[in-house]
Every structure is written in structure tokens, then in C-alpha cells.
């Protein structure tokens, strides 16, 4: 197999990765700012649940978290199951697990506010939503930012994952290929691949954290 025809097959599972790794972002960004607030919340009975799931989902193996989303359907339910639901359960398996992890980033973030500004803000007359989307949520963005950019660098490895549900990311594809051909060469591209990734992800990302420090 030449060079080129290994990397035709691997872009496919490329173009996977980069999918996975988009959809996790674009819903457990927002969604970890729900369970956030959940986690935050005056009720007991709320905070307990919304504990209780951040615990299982930072306490437990994300492949473990990817095998039950995609079987349990079938095991739980009598679901039957389809190939094309793989990716899928990879996209739930993902955003659940990761609106955790953002979600505590979140709350550290939060927290760390002093209690002054709110007092401020709510004698101008601003509402408590008003208060913290304008106000509060930026300054704690700012503050979280390098540990958002951890786990979002960790989330470009962790697409690698996918496998266990047979969707065919990149590294299923270079494990196949290797395996086929015996040869060493689908992963070290698969290695560069991953390195390139995560490096205009820190370069992005460092961009952003210089842009909003404001006071240098």
C-alpha cells in the first residue's frame, strides 16, 4: 500500500475524529453550565442528583460510559440496535462525560467571584440574570479558560475511544491499516495527526486567553 492510498483511507477517519471532537464541544460546553447550575442549587434533592451524576461520570472509565450508552438500549430496554447508532452513543457518551468535568470547571469558577460584585450589580438594578451573563460569566471565563483548554486538549486523545463501538475514527482506521500491511507507519501519522490537533488547539487557545487578559 503506498503512502498516498494510506492517507486517502486515513482522512476518513479524520474527518470522524474532528467530528466527534466539534459535536462534544458544542453541546458539552453549554450543557456542563446547566449541570453547573443544578449543582449550585438551593434544592438539596437537585444538588444530590446533579452530584450523584458528576460523580459517576468523573468516577467512572469514559470507555465504560461509551459500551453502556451503546448497549444498554438493547440490554436494558430490548432496544435493537443498528450499526449506524454507534456514532451516536459516541456523541451522548461524550457530552454527558464531558459537561461534568465542565461543569465543576465552572463551578471552581464561580465560586472564586467575590460575593461584592452581585451586591453591586443588584443596586444598579440589574437582575440576577442580567447580573451573571453580563458581569459575572465573562470574568469567570476568562479565569477558566486554562482549564477548559486541559480537558478540551485530553477530548482530542480521548476521540481514539470511539473504537470500542466500532466507529471507525482515525485510530480504528491506522490499527486496521497496520495490522493489514504490518507496518508501524498508519500510527506514527496518526501520532502526527493527534500532535497537529492539540497544537493549533493550544495555539488557538492561547490566543484567546491573551486577547482577554485585558490588564496587560
Known amino acids: 500500500m503506498t503512502l498516498t492510498v494510506m492517507l486517502a483511507q486515513l482522512s476518513k477517519g479524520m474527518l470522524v475524529t474532528v467530528e466527534i471532537f466539534v459535536v462534544t464541544l458544542l453541546f458539552s460546553l453549554p450543557l456542563g453550565l446547566l449541570v453547573c447550575f443544578g449543582r449550585m442549587a438551593k434544592s438539596k434533592f437537585i444538588r444530590g442528583i446533579v452530584s450523584a451524576y458528576i460523580s459517576i461520570m468523573r468516577g467512572t472509565p469514559l470507555m465504560l460510559q461509551l459500551m453502556v450508552v451503546y448497549f444498554g ?3 436494558i430496554f430490548g432496544i435493537r440496535i443498528s450499526m449506524s447508532y454507534s456514532l451516536i452513543a459516541v456523541f451522548i457518551a461524550f457530552v454527558i462525560n464531558y459537561a461534568a468535568y465542565f461543569a465543576e470547571i465552572y463551578r471552581g469558577g464561580i465560586e472564586s467571584m ?3 460584585q452581585y451586591e453591586a450589580a443588584k ?10 451573563f453580563r458581569i459575572i460569566f465573562p470574568q469567570v471565563f476568562k ?4 482549564s477548559i483548554t486541559n480537558e478540551v486538549i485530553t477530548l ?3 476521540t481514539s475511544l470511539a473504537f470500542v463501538v466500532a466507529v471507525a475514527e482515525m485510530f480504528t482506521i491506522a490499527k486496521q ?6 507496518t508501524m507507519m ?9 500532535y497537529i490537533f492539540n497544537l493549533i488547539v493550544a495555539v488557538v487557545m492561547e490566543k484567546a486567553e491573551k486577547k482577554m487578559n485585558y490588564y496587560r
Open 177 to 182: 491499516i497496520a495490522s493489514a500491511q504490518t
Open 143 to 146: 479565569r477558566i479558560l486554562p
Open 114 to 116: 467575590s460575593v461584592g
Open 123 to 132: 443596586i444598579l438594578g440589574y437582575s440576577k440574570g442580567q447580573t451573571f
Open 156 to 158: 482530542v486523545k480521548d
Open 73 to 75: 438500549p438493547y440490554f
Open 186 to 194: 498508519p500510527f506514527v501519522i496518526a501520532g502526527i495527526f493527534y
